[in-house]
């Protein structure tokens, strides 16, 4: 399954992507190579941005913090969309404040739809959703920026501190 998929099918390399997210990614001779090969394409600008997608997503259900630096380095704005929001849904299986953080930092310069995965990221997290109130209070995100769903989690937020500095912070007075 690791040699299909790093390899130049995209049907067969999405299907073997997606098995090995069910069944995991067992420990052999070949897995460093094949970790190795598909670090390279999700780096590089010269694969097809369906190629890079799919190596992000194996090098997540591989060892997701060992790949940090590869999902961080894709999240630029003269990377596709579809490479951005992978790498972003990456970072999503790192613990930790690090990744809300870094996610909020380069929110002035995400697409729309990168912000959007950006946010359920951040927002998946207690830390994050502080960190996210925090930059609203700041003016880095704007009211605008978010989704309806992503505004209700922090109303509805399971911690009564978070909920009650969202309202102030979220609901508008009539």
């Not at 369906?50 to 630029?76: G, K, M, N, Q, S």
Request: net charge positive; proline share 7%.
């Amino acid at each position: 399954l690791l040699a299909l998929a790093t390899g130049d099918q995209p049907r067969l390399r999405r299907a073997a992507v997606a098995l090995l997210g069910v069944s995991g990614i067992v420990p052999g001779p070949d897995t460093p190579t094949a970790l190795q090969r598909a670090s390279a394409i999700a780096g590089t600008g010269t694969a097809t941005p369906e190629a890079r997608v799919d190596a992000i997503t194996l090098l997540a259900r591989a060892d997701a913090p060992t790949y940090r630096p590869v999902f961080t380095r894709v999240i630029a704005s003269h990377e596709p969309e579809a490479v951005q929001v992978a790498a972003v849904n990456a970072l999503q299986r790192i613990p930790g404040a690090a990744t809300p953080a870094f996610l909020l930092e380069k929110w002035p310069t995400l697409t729309s739809p990168v912000r959007t995965a950006a946010a359920t990221v951040v927002l998946s997290r207690r830390d994050g959703s502080v960190a996210m109130l925090q930059a609203i209070k700041a003016g880095t995100v704007k009211l605008w920026m978010l989704n309806f769903w992503h505004k209700r989690s922090l109303i509805m937020h399971r911690d009564e501190a978070i909920r009650a500095e969202a309202r102030t912070v979220l609901e508008e007075s009539p």
